[in-house]
């Protein structure tokens, strides 16, 4: 085991393969720190995120003095001192996600599309179905605003793919086309929710929710024009039928992104998703 002089040190755990048990061998070094010591039980600021596995049996290094080109400055080497060896028990995850929105949609989806699951979702007026009305039929509230024509909405996204919103970004034009003529599917996949319904299953978390889904909070304002209050309340109603611990915070009044809530309303809300996330992660 580590010694517990070490216990601000910077390691290096490399895996010993004829040691390491269902799982392959890793050719990298991993770098970790120890966050606490007990007897001989350690705890590494690690986890599954790293590739770490019960189980696993590691050499633990001290790294010592880097070795540096004269000239360049590179690394060439460093040097490591053998301490100990350290065996994976157990691999405590402390993961939660969180957003709002599309965010929040993206929220619900690693409940069950992610491995080891968060230990928590907070879900701000997110939701979690694709092609209910809401999005594959023409919306009232966005037909309030001036039509934008498809030349338009397809001019404003062109043909390039980009990493970040160009100079003068109109791609707001392209989304409002689709909210308004209930595009929004059909236009991202490809596929049409009318006639192709099935194929959305895997994309849509109310329809994969299962015992196994992630403690959830979910907050969502009664009248919100974007993302319908009720999309919170389908979830909502899926998490009780499955038996998975949540909370359904409803806040009266408010619009998309708790638009029109009082400030400190807002305030507790947020402050009661910190607590259960907390609770949930340590």
């Not at 015992?211 to 919100?224: E, K, S, V």
Request: aromatic share 8%; charged share 20%.
């Amino acid at each position: 085991m580590v010694r517990q002089d070490s216990t601000s040190a910077s390691l290096w755990i490399r895996g010993l393969p004829d040691q390491v048990r269902g799982a392959e061998d890793r050719t990298e070094d991993l770098d970790a720190r120890v966050a606490d010591v007990s007897g001989n039980v350690i705890a590494i600021n690690a986890g599954s995120a790293a590739g770490l596995k019960a189980g696993q049996t590691f050499t633990v290094y001290h790294k010592g003095k880097e070795i540096k080109d004269p000239s360049t400055g590179e690394v060439l080497d460093v040097q490591t001192t053998p301490i100990g060896q350290l065996t994976i028990t157990s691999v405590r995850d402390r993961i939660a996600t969180g957003g709002g929105s599309a965010g929040g949609y993206l929220t619900q989806m690693t409940g069950f599309c992610l491995e080891p699951r968060p230990r928590a979702l907070v879900s701000y007026f997110g939701y979690g179905d694709l092609i209910g009305p809401w999005y594959s039929e023409p919306s009232e509230f966005y037909r309030r605003q001036p039509l934008v024509s498809k030349e338009e909405a397809y001019a404003a996204v062109g043909s390039a793919a980009v990493s970040d919103p160009p100079q003068d970004n109109q791609r707001a034009r392209f989304y409002l086309y689709c909210r308004q003529n209930g595009l929004w599917p059909k236009e991202v996949t490809g596929h049409d929710p009318h006639t192709d319904r099935k194929w959305f299953d895997r994309y849509c978390p109310v329809r994969n929710v299962t015992a196994r889904y992630p403690p959830t909070i979910l907050i969502h304002g009664t009248n919100d024009t974007d993302v319908p209050y009720s999309l919170s309340q389908d979830m909502d109603a899926k998490l009780s039928q499955a038996g998975v611990e949540h909370e359904f915070i409803t806040v009266q009044g408010a619009g998309h992104g708790l638009s029109g809530a009082k400030p400190e309303e807002v305030a507790q809300v947020a402050d009661r998703a910190v607590q259960f996330v907390k609770a949930h992660t340590t």
